[in-house]
């Protein structure tokens, strides 16, 4: 049984870190594109983050230069930088998998190639 478990969101003041964590399971972590996202009230989800089984990297327009996502396949733990915050950044965040084994995100950034999510962790940055 795939599980998802985000943990490390929590309130902070702009310009400060938070750095999530995705634990992994029920799967072979390494197999599998992973990826970050996130919604927050009144707004669509956005695509944060992704990265393939082979450590390559995509980000959205909005987090380039702030956010960095890597993966331990020692730990099957996703994890997501998040530098230099934003009060536009409060959400809730989401690591999720996609569907398809073969490592590459196929689907980059769009939650629609993501079949299983986590439950999210809450950030908050205040002004």
């Known amino acids: 049984q795939v599980r998802l478990e985000e943990s490390g969101g929590g309130p902070v003041q702009a310009g400060g870190s938070l750095r999530l964590s995705c634990a992994a399971s029920g799967y072979n972590f390494r197999s599998y594109c992973m990826g970050w996202f996130r919604r927050a009230p009144g707004k669509e989800r956005e695509g944060v983050a992704a990265?393939?089984?082979?450590?390559?990297?995509l980000y959205g327009d909005s987090v380039k230069g702030r956010f960095t996502t890597s993966r331990d396949s020692e730990k099957n733990t996703l994890y997501l930088e998040m530098n230099n915050l934003k009060p536009e950044d409060t959400a809730m965040y989401y690591c999720?998998?996609?569907?398809?084994?073969?490592?590459?995100?196929?689907?980059?950034?769009?939650?629609?190639?993501?079949?299983?999510w986590g439950q999210g962790t809450q950030v908050t940055v205040s002004s």
């Open positions: 990265i393939d089984s082979y450590n390559a990297v």
């Open positions: 999720a998998r996609v569907i398809g084994s073969g490592g590459y995100c196929y689907s980059g950034l769009n939650a629609g190639g993501f079949h299983y």
